[in-house]
Every structure is written in C-alpha cells, then in structure tokens.
C-alpha cells in the first residue's frame, strides 16, 4: 500500500472522510509499521552491508533483532561484551559499541540485519508492511487511546490488526517473504480513478 492508501484507509476506518495529511494519523501509521517489525524478524525486511572493525552501523539495523556477521568463507562470528574484547582475541568475534563496529579481524566482513525503512512521507511511498491492512487497523487502534476512547473498537482493530500479522508471521516462516496483499482500497474505483 501507499503511503496515500494507508493515511485513507485508516481515516476510513475512523469514520471520517479522506482528509489525507493529518499529523496525528501520520505518527500513528509510522508507529504501527514499527510495532509490526518489532514482532518478528520478517525476512523482507532482511538487508546486507559490508563492513570492517571501526566502521560505523547501517543507521537502519532494528536493534532488536541483533546482527549476524560473516566473513568471505561464510564463517559467523560471534558477539562479545564490549568489556571482554581483550581477554577473546579471536579473529571471529565482534563486538558493538557507540554506534560502532569492531572486531579483530582485518578483513572486509558482511553484516546481515533486519532494517527499520525510511519514515514515508510521499503519498506514493511504497509501505514495507506486505499487509497494508495490518498497518491501518492497528493506526487506527492506536487512535482511539486519545480521542474518543472507545475501547471495544480499539481492541477490535487491534485484534484484527493482530491477527493479520500472526498470518504473516506464519506466512513468512513456512513460505519466505510475503507478496503485498491487496487492500480494499484496491477495489475502490473513487480513489483508484478506475
């Protein structure tokens, strides 16, 4: 879903009419999409960078999952304390600090990482979410803690919104990354000119 279809959607499911652009539906929205990573180390939302001792992280990595680090051979290394770098001397650990990467090896390594993307911001900004519906009920879940606080319709979005992940979360372990589902949005001739 776009970033357009995501803010409408979830006005919609609110009630209200497409007033597209609203801050606090735009926080929300941003914060759903975070949530949902922060379930499951989907493998969409896998990325790749090289790195070498002393360089700096992906400013992308979703620290919850960790990283996993590889050298050319596909040898893993493993993650030390900090304070115990001088008592390993392997050429196979890592550790993290600062924001920053080290290790003992000299070598060019790869780091593999699950990414937080790019807050969207463009109406055609394409949501990582491959369930858009997902993002939008649990956005409009999260509405009602401050407006109105019907509590019975937020914990139903929040169910849905729940167990449309847990499908992906299936979907991801058993088949690998998920093809964006189409929304009902889709099938709406207004918004899509059609």
């Known amino acids: 879903m776009t970033y ?55 400013t992308d990595i979703n620290r919850k999952w960790g990283v996993v680090v590889k050298n050319s051979d596909g040898v893993e290394f493993t993650e030390i304390l900090p304070s115990d770098q001088d008592s390993n001397s392997s050429d196979y650990v890592f550790w993290l600090s600062g924001g920053k990467f080290y290790t003992h090896s000299s070598d060019t390594l790869k780091i593999f990482y699950n990414y937080i993307p790019t807050a969207l911001s463009g109406d055609s900004d394409v949501c990582i979410i491959p369930d858009g519906e997902a993002v939008a009920y649990l956005a409009a879940s999260k509405m009602y803690i401050g407006d109105e606080r019907n509590k019975e319709l937020k ?40």
């Open 4 to 58: 357009l279809e995501l803010r409408t959607r979830t006005q919609y499911l609110r009630g209200e009419e497409d007033t597209a652009g609203e801050t606090v539906i735009n926080s929300h929205i941003q914060y759903a999409i975070l949530d949902i990573l922060n379930r499951y180390p989907f493998s969409w939302a896998n990325a790749e960078d090289t790195i070498s001792d002393g360089d700096t992280l992906p």
């Open 155 to 194: 914990d139903d979005y929040k169910k849905e919104s729940n167990d449309r992940v847990m499908l992906m979360i299936q979907a991801d372990s058993i088949y690998g990354p998920l093809v964006t589902e189409r929304s009902v949005l889709d099938y709406n001739s207004q918004i899509t000119g059609g």
